[in-house]
Protein backbone atom coordinates (compact mmCIF):
# COMPACT_ATOMS: atom_id res chain seq x y z
CA UNK A 1 0.00 0.00 0.00
CA UNK A 2 2.94 2.56 1.23
CA UNK A 3 4.31 1.89 -2.30
CA UNK A 4 1.61 2.84 -4.07
CA UNK A 5 0.39 5.53 -2.13
CA UNK A 6 -2.76 4.39 -1.06
CA UNK A 7 -4.21 4.89 2.26
CA UNK A 8 -6.12 1.84 4.28
CA UNK A 9 -9.17 3.77 4.14
CA UNK A 10 -8.87 4.76 0.45
CA UNK A 11 -8.18 0.58 -0.24
CA UNK A 12 -11.35 -0.01 1.77
CA UNK A 13 -13.14 2.44 -0.80
CA UNK A 14 -11.64 1.32 -3.63
CA UNK A 15 -11.96 -2.91 -3.34
CA UNK A 16 -15.34 -2.55 -1.56
CA UNK A 17 -13.78 -4.35 1.83
CA UNK A 18 -14.40 -2.83 4.98
CA UNK A 19 -11.79 -1.06 6.49
CA UNK A 20 -11.98 -3.31 10.05
CA UNK A 21 -11.52 -6.15 7.74
CA UNK A 22 -8.29 -4.91 5.71
CA UNK A 23 -6.89 -3.57 9.29
CA UNK A 24 -7.33 -7.00 10.77
CA UNK A 25 -5.60 -9.01 7.63
CA UNK A 26 -2.72 -5.93 8.02
CA UNK A 27 -1.94 -6.89 12.15
CA UNK A 28 -1.74 -10.15 11.12
CA UNK A 29 1.67 -11.22 10.66
CA UNK A 30 1.52 -13.74 8.15
CA UNK A 31 -1.29 -11.64 5.72
CA UNK A 32 -2.15 -14.66 3.91
CA UNK A 33 -3.14 -16.73 6.56
CA UNK A 34 -6.07 -14.97 7.55
CA UNK A 35 -8.69 -14.23 5.21
CA UNK A 36 -10.43 -15.29 2.37
CA UNK A 37 -8.23 -16.10 -0.96
CA UNK A 38 -10.81 -14.05 -2.54
CA UNK A 39 -10.47 -11.04 -0.17
CA UNK A 40 -6.70 -11.19 -0.73
CA UNK A 41 -7.29 -11.75 -4.61
CA UNK A 42 -9.24 -8.82 -4.74
CA UNK A 43 -6.82 -6.48 -2.81
CA UNK A 44 -4.19 -7.66 -5.25
CA UNK A 45 -6.51 -6.50 -8.31
CA UNK A 46 -7.09 -3.01 -6.92
CA UNK A 47 -3.95 -2.19 -5.96
CA UNK A 48 -2.35 -3.66 -9.07
CA UNK A 49 -0.01 -6.40 -8.14
CA UNK A 50 0.41 -10.01 -7.55
CA UNK A 51 -0.71 -12.27 -4.65
CA UNK A 52 3.37 -13.08 -4.07
CA UNK A 53 3.98 -8.95 -4.27
CA UNK A 54 0.83 -8.49 -1.56
CA UNK A 55 2.51 -11.12 1.07
CA UNK A 56 6.19 -9.90 0.37
CA UNK A 57 7.14 -13.11 -1.03
CA UNK A 58 8.62 -11.16 -4.28
CA UNK A 59 11.78 -10.06 -5.18
CA UNK A 60 10.67 -8.61 -8.08
CA UNK A 61 11.88 -11.30 -10.81
CA UNK A 62 9.82 -13.22 -13.37
Do not use: Y
Not at 10 to 26: V, Y
Amino acid sequence: MEERGVSTRELARRSGITLSTIRKLRRDESPLAKGSLHTWAHLARTLEVTLDELAGESDGRI
